[in-house]
């Protein structure tokens, strides 16, 4: 099996970070930036830290429902090293070294190459699909909550009318996107290989309402559990904000970084901050401290990820076929 070629895609990962560098020398004014930045809080961002374990367990979690349900027999602790170590190449600027190391580790589990990226692709997918939940959200919350500021009983209305169209049509939206996943991982899986289509039809004839429920309620609240953190890092700052708010920033984000064009979401994670903050109140150079926290927490978060490394180094054939994909 042939890996995706990577040629000019590879600049993208440093548009982001362009953008950031935008930012600091023409939008806002480093030195109230820095100061702010100086000022946090050590024991918020202490506390912060501790849904790193919590937050890799989840996506670990939805992995392995995921593998469960076309019968890949891989512990949910291997998941969890494997995962933690994909992260943890992650921070280096090779866009998709994360899903190749993830790759080459299952098969180092005497997983085939195609079923590997079979559950490869369910967990991106899911992860999108909470991603945009998040986004959709988002794009509620914002203009409700803009006009409620005038018109308070808006936001009771508009809630209430959400409610009722899914309650009433509920079944019209399940079934409507179990179709459109069908036909998106019909034709998904055409690119990765043969001799998926056992795999495909246990994976349908197992996944019902309830597992796509809780695979979904798993990526929405690892969506809330980042927002969770960044509201967190905020207080840090000194910035008072909802949590309600922090969640539907993380929408936004979640949907502006779905293409690569950036490194852990720096440049776009503070480019959406300046457009939402200053709706708080807030100066653009609190967005962008706020946005820089953030970053900094994640490559943190990332390089915890170097203990499993350490313990279980990638396999030699995906050291080879990384040098090959990135460097040839």
Same mark, same amino acid.
């Given at each position: 099996?042939?890996?995706?070629?990577?040629?000019?895609?590879?600049?993208?990962?440093?548009?982001?970070?362009?953008?950031?560098?935008?930012?600091?020398?023409?939008?806002?004014?480093?030195?109230?930036?820095?100061?702010?930045?100086?000022?946090?809080?050590?024991?918020?961002?202490?506390?912060?830290?501790?849904?790193?374990?919590?937050?890799?367990?989840?996506?670990?979690?939805?992995?392995?429902?995921?593998?469960?349900?076309?019968?890949?027999?891989?512990?949910?602790?291997?998941?969890?090293?494997?995962?933690?170590?994909?992260?943890?190449?992650?921070?280096?600027?090779?866009?998709?070294?994360?899903?190749?190391?993830?790759?080459?580790?299952?098969?180092?589990?005497?997983?085939?190459?195609?079923?590997?990226?079979?559950?490869?692709?369910?967990?991106?997918?899911?992860?999108?699909?909470?991603?945009?939940?998040?986004?959709?959200?988002?794009?509620?919350?914002?203009?409700?909550?803009?006009?409620?500021?005038?018109?308070?009983?808006?936001?009771?209305?508009?809630?209430?009318?959400?409610?009722?169209?899914?309650?009433?049509?509920?079944?019209?939206?399940?079934?409507?996107?179990?179709?459109?996943?069908?036909?998106?991982?019909?034709?998904?899986?055409?690119?990765?290989?043969?001799?998926?289509?056992?795999?495909?039809?246990?994976?349908?004839?197992?996944?019902?309402?309830?597992?796509?429920?809780?695979?979904?309620?798993?990526?929405?609240?690892?969506?809330?559990?980042?927002?969770?953190?960044?509201?967190?890092?905020?207080?840090?700052?000194?910035?008072?904000?909802?949590?309600?708010?922090?969640?539907?920033?993380?929408?936004?984000?979640? &949907?502006?970084?779905?293409?690569?064009?950036?490194?852990?979401? &720096?440049?776009?994670?503070?480019?959406?901050?300046?457009?939402?903050?200053?709706?708080?109140?807030?100066?653009?150079?609190?967005?962008?401290?706020?946005?820089?926290?953030?970053?900094?927490?994640?490559?943190?978060?990332?390089?915890?990820?170097?203990?499993?490394?350490?313990?279980?180094?990638?396999?030699?054939?995906?050291?080879?076929?990384?040098?090959?994909?990135?460097?040839?």
């Amino acid at each position: 099996m042939n890996l995706p070629i990577i040629g000019w895609k590879k600049l993208l990962k440093f548009l982001g970070p362009l953008l950031f560098v935008f930012f600091v020398i023409r939008v806002v004014d480093p030195n109230k930036t820095l100061d702010l930045l100086k000022n946090i809080d050590p024991i918020l961002v202490l506390l912060s830290m501790i849904f790193f374990p919590l937050l890799m367990y989840l996506r670990s979690l939805r992995w392995w429902m995921i593998s469960q349900q076309i019968d890949l027999e891989i512990p949910l602790n291997r998941l969890f090293q494997i995962n933690y170590i994909a992260w943890f190449l992650g921070n280096l600027p090779l866009g998709g070294i994360s899903a190749v190391s993830k790759f080459f580790y299952l098969k180092d589990e005497g997983i085939t190459a195609s079923r590997a990226f079979f559950s490869l692709t369910l967990d991106k997918l899911f992860d999108i699909g909470g991603t945009v939940v998040l986004g959709f959200y988002a794009l509620y919350y914002f203009p409700t909550n803009l006009v409620a500021a005038k018109i308070p009983w808006i936001f009771i209305i508009t809630t209430a009318l959400f409610i009722i169209i899914g309650l009433a049509s509920g079944k019209k939206i399940w079934l409507g996107s179990k179709q459109l996943l069908r036909r998106y991982l019909n034709k998904k899986l055409q690119q990765i290989g043969s001799n998926l289509e056992n795999d495909l039809k246990l994976f349908w004839s197992t996944s019902g309402l309830s597992f796509f429920v809780k695979i979904m309620a798993l990526s929405v609240g690892l969506g809330i559990l980042r927002s969770l953190v960044m509201y967190i890092i905020a207080h840090a700052i000194g910035l008072s904000v909802s949590l309600a708010f922090m969640i539907a920033c993380t929408g936004l984000i979640g &949907l502006a970084t779905i293409i690569p064009i950036s490194i852990s979401g &720096l440049g776009i994670r503070e480019a959406v901050l300046l457009l939402t903050l200053p709706l708080m109140g807030h100066s653009r150079e609190a967005a962008l401290a706020l946005g820089f926290a953030v970053f900094l927490w994640t490559i943190l978060f990332k390089f915890s990820g170097i203990y499993f490394w350490i313990k279980s180094p990638l396999p030699l054939k995906g050291i080879d076929a990384i040098k090959r994909r990135f460097f040839t």
